[in-house]
């Protein structure tokens, strides 16, 4: 089984940096401008529309809610990243500068998810699309209180591995759609 849950991990995570490649390409690394909250609100909003839907039953702007589990994904690696570049006066990195970035990135969280899911046995695969939605969003608040304080934590883990967890359960809910399946 865990060899087909990182088959389905990387078609996702594909399918994510490939949108990521156009859109650094049409915009470039524009985003470089955000403090990391801000970053974090971005994915707040995806999250909140995603359960906005899964609530009402029924949506008004026609992008799908699997378009905004794959700007969970890209945004929170583009908050591992602003936090790995920091302050840096450089706003505009070519493309195949950042890919190597998104990568080891992607890779670290993969890893992270073969950890957790050896100990929890795919539990993640019973669990509901809209249950995963609010363990996202409890983990944006999570980010949020530790970004008010300053990234000081007592006993919890900071927000890069949040961000990790986020990904991983967008990437789960992904797969749960069948966003990245084989018939594609």
Same mark, same amino acid.
């Given at each position: 089984?865990?060899?087909?849950?990182?088959?389905?991990?990387?078609?996702?995570?594909?399918?994510?940096?490939?949108?990521?490649?156009?859109? !650094?390409?049409?915009?470039?690394?524009?985003?470089?401008?955000?403090?990391?909250? +801000?970053? !974090?609100?971005?994915i707040f909003i995806k999250a909140q529309?995603?359960?906005?839907?899964?609530?009402?039953?029924?949506?008004?702007?026609?992008?799908?809610?699997?378009?905004?589990?794959?700007?969970?994904?890209?945004?929170?690696?583009?908050?591992?990243?602003?936090?790995?570049?920091?302050? +840096?006066?450089?706003?505009?990195?070519?493309?195949?500068?950042?890919?190597?970035?998104?990568?080891?990135?992607?890779?670290? !969280?993969?890893?992270l998810l073969m950890q957790k899911n050896?100990?929890?046995?795919?539990?993640?695969?019973?669990?509901?699309?809209? +249950?995963?939605?609010?363990?996202?969003?409890?983990?944006?608040?999570?980010?949020?209180?530790?970004?008010?304080?300053?990234?000081?934590?007592?006993?919890?883990?900071?927000?890069?591995?949040?961000?990790?967890?986020?990904?991983?359960?967008?990437?789960?809910?992904?797969?749960?759609?069948?966003?990245?399946?084989?018939?594609?």
């Open positions: 089984m865990i060899e087909k849950t990182v088959a389905e991990y990387q078609r996702v995570i594909q399918k994510c940096k490939n949108l990521f490649e156009k859109k !650094t390409r049409d915009y470039g690394t524009a985003w470089r401008i955000l403090r990391v909250p +801000s970053i !974090t609100d971005q529309r995603i359960r906005s839907i899964q609530e009402k039953g029924q949506q008004k702007v026609g992008d799908a809610i699997e378009d905004e589990f794959v700007g969970i994904i890209n945004y929170c690696i583009i908050a591992i990243m602003q936090i790995d570049l920091g302050d +840096s006066e450089n706003l505009e990195i070519p493309f195949e500068e950042i890919e190597p970035m998104y990568d080891q990135i992607a890779s670290e !969280t993969c890893d050896h100990d929890y046995g795919e539990a993640w695969r019973d669990m509901r699309v809209s +249950s995963i939605t609010d363990i996202i969003l409890m983990k944006l608040f999570r980010v949020k209180q530790i970004e008010d304080n300053q990234g000081q934590t007592l006993v919890s883990e900071g927000v890069r591995a949040n961000y990790q967890d986020m990904i991983n359960y967008a990437v789960f809910c992904l797969i749960k759609l069948n966003y990245a399946s084989d018939a594609e």
